[in-house]
Nanobody
């Protein structure tokens, strides 16, 4: 099992940047594909980005391509989401997720471990 704790959320103006972190417990972090999802108020949870076990393969939602970057540090059991050029429509609770698989999966039901979420609010 793995436990996930997100941090780094907050309030930022449009055009600004934030970096989210997700710290994982356990010694097998490198076995997990990691993903970031978000859920805006009144909307379904949606895929944002995912990264392979080694970090060599990444996938992004079209809405964040070119603005967000997912990365991981297996020595620190941490995955990051660098968010640049933020827009008001990026406002949501951001969740970190993990799945013990070599495939870079992007659907919510592909993941079986979730963090508690961190709020990101982008003001216009």
């Amino acid at each position: 099992q793995v436990q996930l704790v997100e941090s780094g959320g907050g309030l930022v103006q449009a055009g600004g940047s934030l970096r989210l972190s997700c710290a994982a417990s356990g010694r097998t972090f490198s076995r997990y594909t990691m993903g970031w999802f978000r859920q805006a108020s009144g909307k379904e949870r949606e895929f944002v980005a995912a990264i392979s076990r080694s970090g060599g393969n990444t996938k992004y939602a079209d809405s964040v391509k070119g603005r967000f970057t997912i990365s991981r540090d297996n020595a620190k059991n941490t995955v990051y989401l660098q968010m640049n050029s933020l827009k008001p429509e990026d406002t949501a609770v951001y969740y970190c997720a993990a799945r013990d698989t070599a495939v870079v999966v992007i659907r919510t039901y592909d993941y079986n471990y979730w963090g508690q979420g961190t709020q990101v609010t982008v003001s216009s």
